[in-house]
């Protein structure tokens, strides 16, 4: 009995969303104000994009990032988890594979974030999933609602923009409102949005879902550092890539979709895009990630985007964290990267 509703502990998590508008209509009124914000095109500078199957947490006085963000949403689900004291907040897209590990590992980013803050809560915010036609979204909040619930720590809902409350219909078709959010991190701000530039690496990530071979959730960066991590991780060979690659755009469309009539405009040209990936890199861990090393990735000083960073500057680097040792590292305030790289 963990999940907070409306300031009351709840003995039951609600089975679906039109229950929960029902039950406690507090939640329509903070979905409506989200949906009544303009939607805003963020561009790369300042922004950490999340993936699919990924999350990332950071603090207030990270100097590496404004914004973390994701977008592509239909019946997938943002989650956001603050911490009202302190700030740290973390923001993963959720798909319905490993949503009790990825839950926990949320939790446990904001409260290590929030170390040293005596006050505050943990404040839960999901946006995305709409009534879809196959249930996807409902069934994907009930896991996620379900895996809150069970954690430990007493966790506020504060937001619910999802379901019904996200649809909107045209032409008797059932189409999400928001297709993605950011999240100002200094301020705490959520907003709908969307993200032209998806960071680096936008193929090989969206390969490690699309395969279908792997099932976690990844934590992608590191505040303490200003880097994004990606890797190491293996898929298995698609089978039937190169005739996948030869089939219509409106076949792949509707077998490579969960919500074929809402997707956007650009959905089957990455996924195009991500099967010739496959093609080219059947086996990562051999053409990818050699030797076992992910990549990293920093904010370039001049653009904003992230730069893919040497590796042996990163060795270099885990000397010199490691000669400081941890805690002094996490006490520094918006450590990055980039500054020790002008210097490499």
């Known amino acids: 009995m963990v999940l907070v509703f409306n300031g009351v502990l709840q003995e039951k998590c609600p089975p679906d969303t039109h229950t929960l508008y029902n039950t406690h209509p507090v939640y329509r009124e903070t979905a409506s104000q989200l949906l009544s914000i303009p939607n805003k095109v963020i561009g790369p500078v300042g922004l950490l994009y999340v993936?699919?199957?990924?999350?990332?947490?950071?603090?207030?006085?990270?100097?590496?990032?404004?914004?973390?963000?994701s977008?592509?949403?239909?019946?997938?689900?943002?989650?956001?988890?603050?911490?009202?004291?302190?700030?740290?907040?973390?923001?993963a897209h959720l798909d319905g594979c490993g949503t009790d590990e990825a839950v926990c590992t949320m939790v446990q980013?904001?409260?290590?974030?929030?170390l040293g803050y005596p006050e505050g809560r943990i404040e839960l915010q999901l946006i995305g999933g709409f009534s879809d036609t196959r249930n996807y979204s409902e069934e994907?909040?009930?896991?996620?609602?379900?895996?809150?619930?069970?954690?430990p720590m007493e966790i506020d809902l504060t937001l619910a923009c999802v379901g019904e409350l996200n649809?909107?219909?045209?032409?008797?078709?059932?189409?999400?409102?928001?297709?993605?959010?950011?999240?100002?991190?200094?301020?705490?701000?959520?907003?709908?949005?969307?993200?032209?530039?998806?960071?680096?690496?936008?193929?090989?990530?969206?390969?490690?879902y699309l395969t279908g071979s792997d099932p976690r959730v990844l934590d992608v960066y590191d505040c303490h550092l200003g880097m994004l991590r990606i890797g190491p991780f293996n898929y298995e060979p698609l089978r039937g890539v190169d005739l996948w690659l030869e089939q219509s755009d409106e076949f792949i469309l509707?077998?490579?979709?969960?919500?074929?009539?809402?997707?956007?405009?650009?959905?089957?040209?990455?996924?195009?895009?991500?099967?010739k990936y496959i093609q080219d890199n059947p086996f990562p861990a051999v053409t990818v990630f050699r030797d076992n090393r992910p990549h990293y990735f920093r904010r370039d000083e001049h653009t904003g985007k992230k730069k893919n960073c040497p590796n042996i500057f990163i060795f270099l680097l885990l000397i010199f964290i490691r000669s400081m040792g941890s805690?002094?590292?996490?006490?520094?305030?918006?450590?990055?990267?980039?500054?020790?790289?002008?210097y490499r």
Not at 73 to 88: D, F, M, P, Q, W
Not at 327 to 342: A, M, Q
């Open 51 to 69: 993936q699919q199957r990924e999350l990332a947490a950071t603090v207030p006085h990270d100097k590496s990032i404004n914004v973390l963000g």
């Open 71 to 91: 977008d592509d949403s239909t019946s997938c689900l943002i989650v956001v988890i603050r911490h009202s004291g302190s700030g740290a907040v973390a923001l």
């Open 109 to 114: 980013r904001v409260h290590e974030l929030a």
């Open 140 to 151: 994907l909040f009930g896991n996620v609602m379900n895996s809150f619930h069970k954690h």
């Open 167 to 208: 649809t909107t219909i045209r032409g008797s078709i059932p189409w999400p409102i928001i297709y993605g959010v950011g999240v100002n991190i200094k301020t705490g701000e959520i907003f709908p949005a969307t993200f032209p530039d998806k960071g680096p690496d936008q193929s090989l990530r969206n390969a490690r």
């Open 254 to 275: 509707q077998h490579l979709s969960t919500s074929p009539e809402v997707e956007p405009p650009h959905f089957v040209m990455q996924i195009r895009t991500t099967l």
């Open 327 to 342: 805690s002094e590292i996490l006490t520094t305030e918006g450590f990055n990267c980039s500054y020790l790289l002008k």
